[in-house]
């Protein structure tokens, strides 16, 4: 085999590539070949919900490079998600140009409602699907690079800097429901109708939308691993468990962590604009601080610093979360709220330590 | 031109790799250097001089101020007069720790701090001088050259056996020793160590004293330390601390008799003999 070491020593990793590897071929087989009368048919709304899980996984592997590797416990990473998502939602809602219910052909229907009588200058240009995908990794990357390079820079670390970043989505929440803002404010943008002249409604499409999303979490899975492999992750563990070691070893700690806090929020940013086309909407909620705690929740579920872990815990957690907010929709927080006590308190390492300590005691 | 390099060093964008002057013999300067944290000095008019190649130790109770002279000497504590200077032309005052480290000053934390995760050669690996430039931290390969280095720390402080170890499995002092092999791989001209052989063996501090006697000479090594035993069996050249000032310098035999001295800390009590 021709693998780089770094990928050949990662067994879990090459299970997950190889899982990702079958969905990728087999949910649009079972969605798009089998009749739907079939016992093995995938409905649209199945392939949608499994993408919509990985996009999660995604976030959840962001969230792990800078929480596990890096010890920075982000709070606030829902919103560079969100951030990729309103981009692409722009994308599709300039994609909906005359078809909208106001028949405008450059307006979207929230601005006509509101009077408004031409499109908002950072609106121009998201009309360019290459424009919008630019921006996917820009605008998340930007705000995190200049929220960590002040954070960082000023020394805030530990629950202060957990704080500030709960703090910094909350912000950006209530900016977005303004409906001034020029977003859509409480709706948010919806009512999409295509993606490259493609349905949104239509089966390939949503296929198609998918096996993205599987690529996407492979690629910024092998990003991370590869990363951690390098001398860099190295230098992340090091802040991790002693930054004032690295710092009298002669790392510039702030920059590192400015760097890689970055990366991750375009990590996270991608994950929110396959999400919004797959979901149909984006709206403020998505900043909601509890997003943001849910995502952390489902690294610890999965056992962090791992980055397989990350993925693990964000699909089954959520696929919990969808059959109990289904079956039992009041118990879903409660239920949450004890994963997280329990895993804290009992699995400090979460599932993948579980299975590690099962595979040592064999 | 001059002014925007400087204000780059102020904010630690542009590190002067500047060899270090020490022709006049004397390594590091530290002239009259006052710092206080709420009113309360802990610093307090300090003049202290590291002849090059020496090996100092410094002494004193707690709270004499040994941890924050360090903190000055490595930046991370900017004091409030005074000046700091390594050999004759660099202010350390103007840099931030990473440069600090980087033109070869090495500190040792009281605690054993190693990389616990990682390996002891991958610990080594990461304290190797120029390693730390952002550029080098993804594309680097070790060259023949870092190899060697690596492994004559490694045999310098007795790990040869443990390279592949993980840090966080080493006793006690092999974890000191391989803080004081991270330093080496820094390649330092000033080593500053503090309270090396704390919860070490007899055994144990009698290697850590070759060790430290061994690297004087070549660099200057300052000890802070609290067991006199030790401090016996190093340092000719001892200084003692008191409320943030210098008290007395000289050999231990003399300081041991100087009624001042004693007042103030070796007669507080039997511990520290």
């Known amino acids: 085999m021709l693998l780089p070491h770094w990928l050949f020593s990662d067994r879990a990793g090459l299970v997950l590539l190889a899982v990702l590897a079958v969905l990728g071929v087999g949910v649009p087989i079972l969605n798009l070949w089998v009749p739907p009368d079939h016992p093995l048919y995938l409905s649209a709304y199945t392939v949608t919900v499994l993408g919509k899980y990985l996009c999660y996984a995604l976030l959840a592997v962001s969230i792990d490079l800078v929480w596990g590797y890096m010890g920075i416990l982000t709070l606030g990473h829902a919103a560079f998600f969100a951030l990729g998502g309103y981009c692409l939602g722009m994308y599709l809602m300039r994609q909906i140009g005359a078809r909208g219910v106001y028949g405008d052909p450059v307006l979207p229907d929230f601005m006509v409602f509101l009077n408004w009588s031409e499109l908002p200058w950072y609106w121009h240009g998201f009309d360019h699907f290459g424009f919008a995908m630019l921006m996917v990794l820009v605008i998340p990357g930007l705000l995190a690079f200049v929220f960590g390079w002040f954070a960082f820079r000023s020394r805030v670390s530990g629950v202060y800097l957990s704080i500030i970043t709960q703090a910094l989505t909350y912000a950006l929440m209530l900016a977005f429901f303004r409906n001034e803002m020029g977003f859509g404010g409480n709706n948010g943008l919806t009512d999409f109708k295509d993606l490259l002249g493609f349905s949104l409604q239509a089966d390939g499409t949503r296929v198609v939308l998918f096996i993205l999303s599987a690529l996407a979490l492979a690629g910024g899975y092998l990003l991370c691993r590869w990363l951690v492999s390098t001398r860099m992750g190295r230098v992340l563990v090091a802040i991790r468990d002693s930054e004032d070691r690295a710092r009298f070893l002669g790392y510039r700690v702030e920059r590192v962590k400015a760097l890689v806090f970055t990366l991750s929020a375009m990590l996270a940013g991608v994950a929110g604009a396959l999400y919004v086309p797959q979901v149909g909407i984006i709206n403020p909620g998505e900043f909601a601080p509890l997003n943001s705690i849910e995502a952390v929740i489902w690294v610890a579920v999965g056992g962090r610093g791992t980055l397989v872990g990350a993925v693990i815990g964000a699909v089954l957690v959520n696929y919990a979360k969808t059959w109990l907010t289904g079956a039992l929709p009041e118990v879903w927080l409660f239920a949450l709220g004890g994963l997280f006590v329990t895993v804290t308190v009992l699995l400090p390492y979460g599932l993948i330590g579980l299975l590690q300590r099962r595979e040592k005691a064999a | ?273």
């Open chain 2, 1 to 273: 031109m001059s002014e925007l390099v400087s204000e780059l060093d102020a904010a630690g964008l542009h590190t002067p790799i500047e060899p270090v002057d020490a022709t006049h013999g004397i390594l590091l300067y530290l002239e009259e250097v006052t710092v206080s944290f709420d009113g309360f000095k802990a610093i307090d008019n300090l003049s202290l001089y590291i002849g090059d190649g020496e090996l100092r130790c410094i002494i004193g109770p707690n709270g004499a101020g040994k941890t924050t002279m360090m903190d000055i000497i490595t930046g991370k504590t900017k004091p409030d007069t005074g000046r700091v200077f390594f050999g004759q032309t660099i202010d350390l005052l103007k840099l931030d720790e990473p440069s600090i480290a980087r033109i070869g000053i090495g500190r040792k934390f009281q605690r054993p701090t190693v990389i616990e995760p990682l390996t002891v050669l991958e610990n080594l690996e990461l304290a190797m001088s120029g390693a730390q430039r952002l550029d080098r931290l993804i594309t680097a390969r070790l060259t023949g050259e870092e190899r060697d280095q690596i492994h004559a720390v490694l045999d310098q402080i007795g790990l040869t056996e443990h390279g592949g170890r993980l840090a966080g499995i080493l006793a006690h002092g092999q974890k000191q020793w391989l803080e004081i092999g991270m330093l080496l791989m820094q390649k330092p001209r000033l080593l500053l160590v503090d309270e090396p052989v704390a919860g070490m063996t007899p055994a144990e501090m009698e290697r850590t004293a070759e060790l430290l006697r061994s690297l004087a000479g070549s660099h200057s090594v300052v000890v802070v330390e609290h067991d006199m035993g030790f401090v016996r069996s190093i340092a000719d050249q001892v200084t003692v601390l008191h409320q943030g000032r210098v008290l007395a310098e000289g050999r231990l035999e003399d300081l041991q008799v100087d009624p001042m001295v004693i007042e103030v800390y070796l007669g507080a009590g039997d511990a520290y003999h």
